[in-house]
């Protein structure tokens, strides 16, 4: 089986540094233009099912992807970004000033914002591995599954899959291919959009 996790493409709250959890906005010309490379890239690839958070910017993402491919995406709602409560939509510079994310989060996964009435990651991570499970149970083991997601909480689940494998945090886009053979997980490539 073989899984192609997805960020979303760039949202004009990305380009004005807003906090962007459970609250949306719509890719930018340059998100555009970056899945649209993505999925120019992701051509090679047969795509048997789709799955992608429900917020608006992951599913214009796996829509472009998927245009060419004939399928539908389904909507899985625990695939969300983390909710970071009433900082939503507030300035990222701002929120980072609050340290509630460790400093060195990218490495211990300390992000908290359940004081903000928010979520602490480590549920999302269980809320995606929760329905991870789920499709795995559904699909064929020679499927190669789309899951379009969202930064923090995408890269917090892939690292949770890969505990020996480092990478980095994916840039908007970007496409990490893993294969899951006898219950276990490797990463195979990562594409970066090129624009």
């Known amino acids: ?24 906005s719509p890719l930018s ?4 233009r970056q899945v649209e490379s993505i999925s120019n890239q992701l051509e090679q690839y047969q795509i048997d099912k ?5 917020l608006g910017r992951a599913v214009q993402t796996s829509n472009i992807i998927l245009s060419k491919k004939g399928i539908e995406p389904i909507y899985e709602e625990r695939f969300k970004e983390v909710n970071f ?8 510079e701002l929120v980072r000033k609050l340290n509630i994310e460790s400093p060195d989060w990218l490495e211990d996964l300390d992000m908290d914002y ?17 329905a991870l499970q789920k499709i795995i149970q559904v699909s064929s083991d020679d499927d ?4 379009v997601g969202h930064g923090c909480s995408l ?15 994916p840039n908007n886009a970007t ?14 490539k990562v594409l970066d959009p090129m624009i």
Request: hydrophobic share 35%.
């Open 114 to 130: 359940r004081p903000y009435e928010g979520e602490d990651i480590h549920d999302v991570i269980s809320k995606h591995h929760e």
């Open 85 to 92: 409560g009433i900082l939503e939509g507030i300035s990222t």
């Open 50 to 54: 789709a799955y992608t958070s429900p």
């Open 175 to 188: 496409a990490m291919i893993v294969d899951y053979v006898d219950e276990t997980f490797s990463l195979k």
């Open 1 to 24: 089986m073989r899984f192609i996790f997805v960020r979303h493409g760039k949202t004009h709250f990305n380009e004005i540094n807003l906090t962007q959890g459970w609250c949306d």
């Open 144 to 147: 190669t599954i789309l899951i």
């Open 155 to 169: 890269y917090g689940f892939i690292k949770s899959l890969l505990p020996q494998q480092s990478f980095k945090f």
């Open 29 to 32: 010309k340059v998100g555009i």
